[in-house]
């Protein structure tokens, strides 16, 4: 399975940004997508996923009500609607997927670059 992460940008705080995974290859053999960020200085850390059927989601506490992971079956794209950015938000944006409930996430794409300034 390859993903290709993109979408990301420099955006001021209170802005928005929707961040694309496009998933090609063995996509049958995906059970959930995720995406993760890493910020300055910090750990990994999952922001949301949501099951490969499109249901499911689910959020890290801080970016509840504003961040919305949502998948396009015809396209194979999963996206992360990020709204009301904070400085906080800014990391970089990883997507990844897992073949099952048991599975650790892999196939980490390259990551885009979010930046809020203040």
């Known amino acids: 399975v390859q993903l290709q992460a993109s979408g990301g940008g420099l955006v001021q705080a209170g802005g928005s940004l929707r961040l694309s995974c496009e998933v090609s290859?063995?996509?049958?053999?995906?059970?959930?997508m995720g995406w993760f960020r890493q910020g300055p200085g910090k750990a990994r850390e999952s922001v949301a996923t949501i099951a490969w059927s499109g249901r499911n989601p689910n959020y890290a506490d801080s970016v509840k009500g504003r961040f919305t992971i949502s998948r396009d079956t015809y396209k194979n794209t999963v996206y992360l609607q990020m709204n009301d950015l904070r400085p906080e938000d800014t990391a970089i944006y990883y997507c990844?997927?897992?073949?099952?409930?048991?599975?650790?996430?892999?196939?980490w794409g390259q990551g885009t670059q979010v930046t809020v300034s203040s």
């Open positions: 290859g063995r996509t049958w053999t995906i059970y959930s």
């Open positions: 990844a997927r897992r073949g099952n409930s048991h599975d650790n996430y892999r196939d």
